[in-house]
């Protein structure tokens, strides 16, 4: 899986660069619904970009074609390089530059040709006996079926492959070990529009192939190679084995250990995030304990409201943000539309910033402090009006609550809901509170 990943990898940082240093067209047509179709007296004198549920070509692109939809089928010519990506991708006629694709079911017809390289990504790839590829082939995904001729270079990493045609250079691939009683990948594949061939889990070269060049494969053993399949030199490469092994299960002590130790980090974190409340901004504190001591049950329920209120503003902000570039886009205006989605991100950053400190820390301090002065005032009253007692024996206790097995989490959560309804309500009452109006 690791080689797949390597390839997919260079499959996408390949259509990348290619949009990334194109040199920028002059004009292009943009084509987007349900089901597009160009006709086959139709010729598409521009680069062409097209979203659609279903995708047919059977016309003239003179440029490129960039395409993403559920089926895409190109029957007709595409002058420059393809990329497409999709549920199923097939190509039955020409593209005389690379073509890039991606989807569940690729595949070539018998009149395919692809004047550049194809360099693609997916469950299945099928090559049929008369396709060409007239410079390299790159293929990862779970199976490949190639009966069709390579001009230059195979290079493969798959779970199933299996070779039928002819590959003028060499080939190199990277293929899972045949397993008995494996099941073809084809088994799980749904939904798509062309059959999917079923090519035996491990590497197979059949009597058809043939290959120019060297042929270097992985696998744990040497496969079956027919006679004169073969002109250059074959390499089997050993599988590279993931030694890591399984780390022991910890300890009684060691699972305590850990559990102190994390138990002393949160309660000096807490510490000092609420000395530091204490000391900035005290009359905040004091506010949002009144509220939760004055209203602790509307102080839940309101928590509850201002945690999906949260999630749902920044949701609000981003179609803010998405409409209004678009608006002021298409009426040129494109320094407001930076504007826009500059503010929108920090608007955003701001937001989840502050989110995250209040129900990471926030919370849980406010809770700590009124803790502490409710248990200090049943033995020494002036001593619960401390500044700082309270906080530190609040935050001893709300540490061990919240780390305790089982249970800890949901305790704080209840902590969380208080802490966020006590803010909204200090909050609504600090919105509402009516300007005083001066004198003249």
Known sequence: MKTIQRFLAVFILAAMLTLTIATPALAFDGRSGDTIVIEADEVVNDDLYVTANEFTLEGTVKGDLVVFGEYIFINGTVEGDLIAAGNTVVIEGTVKDDARIAGAALQLGDEAVIGGDLISAGASLEAKDGSTVDNDVVFAGAQGLLAGSVGRNLTVGAGALELRGEVSGDV??????????????????????????????????????????DF?????????????????????????????????????????????????????????????????APAFLKGLGEKLQSQPVPSFGWGIVAYVAFFFAILLIVVVIFVGGILFGVVSLGGVTATIVWVGILAIFAMIVGFVLFTGFGAQILMAWLGGKWILSRFNPALAEHKVWPLLLGVVIVGLLIKLPLVGWLIGFLIMFFGLGALWLWGRDRMSKPVPVISQ
Do not use: C
Request: charged share 20%; net charge negative; proline share 8%.
């Open 216 to 280: 270097t494969y992985t696998q744990s053993k040497d496969i079956k190679i027919p006679s004169g399949a073969v002109d250059g030199k074959v390499t089997r490469n050993e599988p590279v084995v993931d030694h890591t092994t399984v780390p022991a299960p910890p300890t009684a002590s060691e699972i305590a250990a850990t559990w102190i130790f994390d138990l002393f980090r949160t309660i000096a974190t807490l510490a000092v995030f609420g000395l530091l409340l204490v000391w900035l």
């Open 172 to 213: 190199h691939a990277e293929v899972g070990d045949a397993q008995e009683g494996s099941p073809s990948p084809s088994m799980y594949m749904g939904d798509v529009k062309v059959s999917i061939p079923n090519v035996k889990p491990g590497l197979t070269v059949t009597d058809s192939a043939k290959i120019n060049g």
